[in-house]
């Protein structure tokens, strides 16, 4: 089961960071990444890191601003969104597995998502 947190609200320019945790099984097992969907719009890719954090890889638009990390002994995952736009207002989903590796950015089990609001 993957469980998000760490959503709210926040003004143009500031910080929020995500978590997710992975329970049932030990997170080192799998590649985890992060999706959003924005309101009327597809989910698009975001961020995603290999089982042991040695791989990342970002969308364009997350590059510069986006950081992804993970603790393996906790079983979580991070992601450290700073210089927030209004654009960036979506519901954060986390991903997992079941690949070890960065494959495609293909994912196979999903959290329940976190709402981002960040307001101009």
């Known amino acids: 089961q993957l469980v998000e947190s760490g959503g709210g609200s926040v003004q143009a320019g500031g910080s929020l960071r995500l978590s997710c945790s992975l329970s049932g099984r030990p997170a080192s097992s799998y590649a985890m990444g992060w999706f959003r969907q924005a309101r009327g719009k597809e989910r698009e890719f975001v961020a995603a890191?290999?089982?042991?954090?040695?791989?990342?890889d970002y969308a364009d638009d997350a590059k510069g601003r986006f950081t992804i990390s993970r603790e393996i002994g906790k079983n979580t995952m991070y992601l450290q969104m700073n210089s927030l736009k209004p654009e960036d207002t979506a519901v954060y989903y986390c991903a997992a597995g079941p690949a070890k590796e960065l494959v495609g950015r293909e994912f196979g089990f999903w959290g329940q998502g976190t709402q981002v609001t960040v307001s101009s």
């Open positions: 890191i290999s089982w042991n954090g040695g791989s990342t």
